[in-house]
Nanobody, 124 residues
Framework: QLQLVESGGGLVQPGGSLRLSCTAS????????IDWFRQAPGKEREGVSC????????NYADSVKGRFTISRDNAKNTVYLQMNSLRPEDTATYYC?????????????????WGQGTQVTVSS
């Protein structure tokens, strides 16, 4: 079964940091581009960051540039999203997804189904 599982969310104060993990089972993560999306209550899901196959290039939404970093650990078959200087507007459920090419946002080319996501809440 091909599956991506997100973890690492939690409650953090503004200005704090979290590292999200996206771990693959049933396939080798390095064969795919990986996107992180997020969805806040009452809003559409939006693309946050993507990492190309084999980690050659990255892309970030303007709202997170300079604060978030996407990376890959092939040995652990995991992609990470390091989130620093968190803001209340970063509060959302975060999802990862795979596709063939790094394409920030847009869901038409996402492969497989969405996972449970991991909740990030930024609040004092």
């Amino acid at each position: 079964q091909l599956q991506l599982v997100e973890s690492g969310g939690g409650l953090v104060q503004p200005g704090g940091s979290l590292r999200l993990s996206c771990t693959a089972s049933g396939f080798t993560l390095n064969y795919y581009a990986i996107d992180w999306f997020r969805q806040a209550p009452g809003k559409e899901r939006e693309g946050v960051s993507c990492l190309s196959r084999r980690g050659g290039s990255t892309n970030y939404a303007d709202s997170v540039k300079g604060r978030f970093t996407i990376s890959r650990d092939n040995a652990k078959n995991t992609v990470y999203l390091q989130m620093n200087s968190l803001r209340p507007e970063d509060t959302a459920t975060y999802y990862c997804a795979r596709r063939l090419e790094c394409t920030l946002g847009g869901e038409a080319t996402i492969l497989g189904s969405w996972g449970q996501g991991t909740q990030v809440t930024v609040s004092s």
